[in-house]
């Protein structure tokens, strides 16, 4: 069954440490990206990667960090300089990055500060 | 540089009522426009979209849009609302040549019995 995994679905971190978030596929897209979701902002652009060790800053990058060392993984760390790093996380690939493709999402990691 | 205008954050209709969702959009190049829907606790699934050719596109249950070029709009209709339709729905724009999706804040749409 081909997709999107995201881990761990809910996630809880005290103020000053770092979280690291997993997205996998199975889909053998070139493509991924994170995405992060608050109510009535609609979606954020965090990082995105073309290609494997390859990858680019996007609109919210300030605070978080990723990887790519694998096509089928792309990892996000949301450090402790991150100010508000409550929000949900969406996890998306694509077949190329092409401007035509569709982005497959997963089910997101919803991640709260205490 | 791209963005997506929603008209709504809440859209309120009866069941087997006449579903309207407006997007507007702005964008220097012809642009490739999503919409994608959003249930509870989920990720986003995609419903159509425009690329090129036929300016009205169908998609998955019973959704279409049709891409009017004049209007600068892409809005979702589908003829005859059901319980399940109730969501989150996204338009999302990306100009040719860009890496990024654009997204508009999102349209919750509510289906009263």
């Known amino acids: 069954d081909g997709g999107i995994t995201q881990s761990p679905k809910y996630l809880f971190r005290k103020e000053g440490q770092n979280v690291t978030l997993s997205c996998e596929q199975n889909l053998n897209h070139d493509a991924m990206y994170w995405y992060r979701q608050d109510p009535g902002q609609g979606l954020r652009l965090i990082y995105y990667s073309q290609i494997v060790n390859d990858f680019q800053k996007g609109d919210i990058a300030e605070g978080y960090s990723v990887s790519r060392e694998k096509k089928e993984s792309f990892p996000l760390t949301v450090t402790s300089a991150q100010k508000n790093p409550t929000a949900f996380y969406l996890c998306?690939?694509?077949?190329?990055?092409?401007?035509?493709?569709?982005?497959?999402f997963g089910p997101g990691t919803r991640l709260t500060v205490l | 540089a791209q963005s997506v205008t929603q008209l709504g954050s809440h859209v309120s209709v009866s069941e087997g009522a006449l579903v309207l969702l407006r997007c507007n959009y702005s964008s220097s190049v012809p642009p490739y426009l999503f919409w994608y829907v959003q249930y509870p606790n989920q990720g986003l699934q995609l419903l159509l979209k425009?690329?090129?050719?036929?300016?009205l596109v169908k998609g998955i249950n019973g959704f279409e849009a049709e891409f009017k070029k004049s209007e600068t709009s892409f809005h979702l209709t589908k003829p005859s609302a059901h319980m399940s339709d109730a969501a989150e729905y996204f338009c999302a724009v990306r100009a040719q040549g860009a890496q990024k999706l654009v997204f508009g804040q999102g349209t919750r749409l509510t289906i009263n019995p």
């Open positions: 425009y690329t090129t050719g036929a300016t």
């Open positions: 998306a690939s694509s077949p190329s990055g092409s401007t035509t493709d569709t982005q497959y």
